[in-house]
């Protein structure tokens, strides 16, 4: 019943989100369509299938005012983004130093990326790259012969606005990105077992008839609690097998009728507590020793518990040349069972990175590794470079700073309404 309540919450919140996507994309129709890319960031339609803005002969949009245009592209090709521009009057080019020009960037959270430009060459170069996302409300200013222009326009990409309420139905859950902690983590492949001194196999003292059972396999039993009774061949009294300590019945071989000889008759262990030993092989074996952390995953669900790796063992373990490293679990709630493979995790060492993000926030766009920041009601991608990784959590090098919120929960929904609403440019 849960689940099935979970699957109709993610298909609302699933076509809320589409909804969403496609009112926003309708409000900003004519704001948002088409970007001052080169042939490398150029399209001919956007998503909703209307048409670019003119294109210039570099392949950069064409800004008109009078009989003076501006040509502006964006060029990436095998050097960071930059901005070149064009001059023309009445079609004709103008050499670049007739004319002064200056770009505005206002990204999203507010900065803005002001691009003084340059002669090289037969055009004008902005002085600082066009950093990723190429996402911006766009400010133009040209002077060319005392004359000045001036020209807006949206270039929007990895980004939508998904409204808060329907973000909390979608399960949508953002946190600040701050410092963390990387792990240095070797996986490994353990067994649980019984720990020794809590174990015990129970034979008749003396041979003869049994005459009663007391216990079946699976009964937990207490230190002293009679097991069985046997009458001995010898005087043909009886006397009682009792348990040597508090545990569960492993096994049961005795039967009332049935004589009582050298063979076992019940396998008693204290399953409160287990033994895992993970096998360790190369430089596992060098480098890995007792006292480090370790978090033990059970194979059918993934449930798992944390412990120290109490020892490594001396000996090598003859059938997989292994060597075994040990460590003690509790399983007072009878979770774990004696005989389990099980996976591990042992952390050889820590260490703290300035900023750190969730593995499940990372998503993929274009040929990026991104996250998603949010700000108001606006999602918008941020590519990262990224450091070292562990299990959970991965360095940030680039790309996000101290505080920013991202998506923690439910990327791929956000992910999913970025595609929907077209918020993206070809590269």
């Not at 480090?292 to 194979?299: A, H, I, M, S």
């Not at 109490?310 to 003859?318: E, F």
Request: proline letters at 5%.
């Amino acid at each position: 019943m849960k689940m099935n309540n979970l699957f109709l919450i993610l298909v609302l919140a699933l076509s809320l989100l589409g909804c969403d996507a496609e009112q926003h994309a309708g409000d900003n129709h004519g704001h948002n369509h088409g970007d001052n890319h080169d042939q490398n960031h150029g399209h001919e339609h956007d998503a909703h299938g209307e048409a670019e803005p003119e294109k210039g002969s570099h392949g950069g949009r064409l800004l008109q005012h009078g009989d003076l245009t501006v040509e502006l592209a964006i060029f990436e090709a095998g050097l960071p983004p930059e901005y070149r521009a064009w001059l023309y009057r009445d079609g004709q080019p103008l050499p670049p130093e007739a004319g002064t020009l200056e770009v505005a960037l206002s990204r999203l959270g507010g900065v803005v990326d002001r691009h003084r430009f340059s002669v090289r060459g037969d055009y004008l170069v902005s002085d600082r790259v066009v950093y990723e996302p190429h996402s911006f409300d766009v400010e133009v200013h040209a002077e060319v012969g005392g004359e000045t222009a001036r020209w807006t326009y949206e270039s929007h990409e990895g980004r939508t606005r998904i409204a808060a309420e329907i973000a909390t139905i979608a399960g949508i859950r953002v946190a600040p990105v701050g410092p963390g902690v990387i792990r240095d983590e070797h996986e490994l492949q353990g067994l649980l077992t019984p720990i020794e001194g809590r174990h015990a196999r129970l034979g008749a003292r003396f041979p003869g008839l049994i005459r009663s059972v007391q216990v079946g396999v699976g009964d937990s039993v207490l230190e002293s609690q009679v097991l069985a009774t046997v009458e001995s061949n010898v005087s043909l009294e009886p006397y009682a097998i009792r348990s040597p300590l508090d545990g569960v019945v492993l096994a049961r071989s005795a039967a009332v009728g049935e004589m009582a000889g050298e063979t076992p008759l019940f396998e008693i262990a204290d399953l409160s507590a287990l033994w895992v030993d993970v096998h360790l092989f190369g430089n596992d074996a060098r480098h890995i020793e007792g006292g480090l952390p370790l978090e033990v995953f059970r194979l059918g669900d993934g449930m798992s518990t944390r412990t120290t790796l109490d020892r490594v063992l001396p000996a090598t373990a003859t059938a997989s040349q292994s060597t075994v490293g040990r460590a003690q679990i509790d399983n007072t709630d009878g979770g774990w069972r004696p005989g389990t493979a099980v996976r591990a995790r042992v952390t050889v060492a820590e260490h703290e990175v300035p900023m750190a993000v969730p593995l499940a926030a990372l998503q993929r766009f274009r040929d990026w590794d991104v996250v998603f920041v949010r700000i108001g009601e606006d999602y918008e991608i941020r590519p990262l470079t990224l450091g070292r990784r562990d299990s959970v959590h991965v360095e940030v090098l680039d790309g996000l700073n101290p505080g920013d919120e991202i998506v923690v929960e439910q990327s791929y929904l956000v992910k999913a309404d970025i595609e929907k609403s077209g918020a993206s440019h070809d590269h």
